[in-house]
T-cell receptor
């Protein structure tokens, strides 16, 4: 089983739609979780950290389910500018090991 | 402004040549990382360094070498032993525990000609 797994997509959604991405991780002792966004031929950029209690930043909501080893990202009211690849990122113990990146889920928001 | 700079943006290498990719950061980050990304693929860890004069191999270190003589700099050499070097190379940095995630440079696109 891969350490971090994501549905590769692509997800093609109309503007204004709500879209959800899911991610599973294999190491139950994983400690830190992030969502990154990567535009075509660009570097990944941190979108948001994922906290146990769930967290929201504007139209974006991230949730963590430790029991199921599952992370989600919800985007509401999709904009054309949300089109990108979304990377699920996990840190496994010990605390200073490098982050492990999922392969990403590609989103295309269509006018 | 603080940031992480990779150069060059594009690099062409002839078969059998070694090339060195530059990565410099002025964020006062302790740790630095090199990842490789192939089309449609995820990021794969090549090498990382958590303190000066120390570094560890990642998942795909064969055919690559690094040095960490200064906190700000973590150059990557792609040697002729790397059989498929054409890829997008990303350098990142973080504080030691990386609790806030990584900051990435804008990448170097290496092509073998």
């Amino acid at each position: 089983r891969k350490e971090v797994e994501q549905d590769p997509g692509p997800f093609n959604v109309p503007e204004g739609a709500t879209v959800a991405f899911n991610c599973t991780y294999s190491n139950s002792a994983s400690q830190s979780f992030f969502w990154y966004r990567q535009d075509c031929r660009k570097e990944p950029k941190l979108l948001m950290s994922v906290y146990s209690s769930g967290n929201e930043d504007g139209r974006f909501t991230a949730q963590l389910n430790r029991a199921s080893q599952y992370i989600s990202l919800l985007i509401r009211d999709s904009k054309l500018s949300d089109s990108a690849t979304y990377l699920c990122v996990v840190r496994s113990p010990p605390g200073n090991t490098p982050l492990v990146f999922g392969k990403g889920t590609r989103l295309s928001v269509i006018a | 402004d603080g940031g992480i700079t990779q150069s060059p943006k594009y690099l062409f290498r002839k078969e059998g040549q070694n090339v060195t990719l530059s990565c410099e950061q002025n964020l006062n980050h302790d740790a630095m990382y090199w990842y490789r990304q192939d089309p449609g693929q995820g990021l794969r860890l090549i090498y990382y360094s958590q303190i000066v004069n120390d570094f560890q191999k990642g998942d795909i270190a064969e055919g690559y070498s690094v040095s960490r003589e200064k906190k700000e700099s973590f150059p990557l050499t792609v040697t002729s032993a790397q059989k498929n070097p054409t890829a997008f190379y990303l350098c990142a940095s973080s504080f030691r525990q990386g609790l806030d995630g990584y900051t990435f440079g804008s990448g170097t696109r290496l092509t073998v000609v």
